[in-house]
């Protein structure tokens, strides 16, 4: 064990080092608070500000690439735009949706969320909520919109 640093797979970001170097790039208020909130395909922490919370989302490295990612983000921004109530990502103060950190275990992408109020349903979800759950997604699918995705290096 001569290495100075001891390889890893997965790391857990400094909430710190979150609030001092990615949420200011980001135009919101000041961070009062940062806790990591979940643990899983990508780590959640809850940002509280003056204005109210935010949701940074931060990638596993691996997992997606950076335009996959991407994707996502330009799709969620899309429904937000034509009024389909989604969590969206917000951009940085330089236009991006996601922000590149150099984690032990490589690459990994944190992206900037507006809060979504509600709760995390626990159980199955009963007749009323199943129908509801519906709604949303089949207004989606028998809408004439048309979603193209930009070419990935084309501004």
């Given amino acids: 064990m001569n ?22 790039r ?33 990638s596993q490295a691996h997992w997606r690439s950076k335009s996959e990612i991407d994707f996502e983000l330009e799709l969620l921004v899309f ?15 330089e236009g991006q949706r996601s922000i590149e950190i150099n984690a032990p275990e490589g690459q990994r992408y944190a992206t900037l969320f507006a809060f979504a109020p509600g709760h995390v349903p626990l159980g199955d979800l009963n007749e009323c909520q199943g129908k ?18 930009k070419p990935i290096g084309n501004p």
Avoid at 6 to 24: E, I, M, N
Avoid at 35 to 44: A, E, F, N, T, Y
Avoid at 79 to 93: C, D, F, K, M, S
Wanted: net charge negative; hydrophobic share 45%; with cysteine.
């Fill in 26 to 58: 980001y135009d919101i208020e000041d961070i009062l608070d940062c806790q990591l909130w979940h643990r899983g395909l990508s780590d959640v922490y809850m940002i509280e500000t003056g204005a109210g919370p935010y949701v940074l989302r931060v």
């Fill in 3 to 24: 290495d100075p640093v001891f390889p890893v797979t997965y790391s857990t970001l400094a909430c710190d080092a979150l609030a001092a170097k990615v949420l200011p």
């Fill in 132 to 149: 509801n759950w519906e709604k949303p997604s089949v207004s989606c699918i028998k809408s004439p919109w048309i979603f193209i995705a």
């Fill in 79 to 93: 429904l937000q735009e034509r009024g389909i109530p989604v969590a969206h990502p917000l951009a940085t103060r």
